[in-house]
Nanobody, 127 residues
Framework: QAQLVESGGGSVQAGGSLRLSCAAS????????MGWFRQAPGKEREGVAA????????YYADSVKGRFTISQDNAKNTVYLQMNNLKPEDTAMYYC????????????????????WGQGTQVTVSS
């Protein structure tokens, strides 16, 4: 059974850090592209970062470049999102997603391209 399980969310003050983890099992650990998305209340789900599991290519939304880092541990079938210098506008539910297809610079941020999703983990940043 394909499954993605996120962990690591929580509440922090602005300027703080959190590290999200996404453990993949089943078909999802064969994914070629792993992504992190977020959705704030009343807003659309947006791509935050993605990583090509077969290589080292990474992709970031402009809003998080220089603050967030996506990485992977293939031995553990786990993808991480290190979030530093968090801002109140980073507050959202964060979702891990897997795509059996490759990451592409023109589409990695599109939720519709990802077929597998985790249940989400809440990140709340207070000012």
């Amino acid at each position: 059974q394909a499954q993605l399980v996120e962990s690591g969310g929580g509440s922090v003050q602005a300027g703080g850090s959190l590290r999200l983890s996404c453990a993949a099992s089943g078909y999802t650990y064969s994914a070629n592209c792993m992504g992190w998305f977020r959705q704030a209340p009343g807003k659309e789900r947006e791509g935050v970062a993605a990583i090509r599991t077969g290589g080292s290519d990474t992709y970031y939304a402009d809003s998080v470049k220089g603050r967030f880092t996506i990485s992977q541990d293939n031995a553990k079938n786990t993808v991480y999102l290190q979030m530093n210098n968090l801002k109140p506008e980073d507050t959202a539910m964060y979702y891990c997603a897997a795509d059996l297809d490759d990451c592409y610079s023109g589409s990695w941020f599109k939720p519709a391209d990802f077929g597998y999703w985790g249940q989400g983990t809440q990140v709340t940043v207070s000012s």
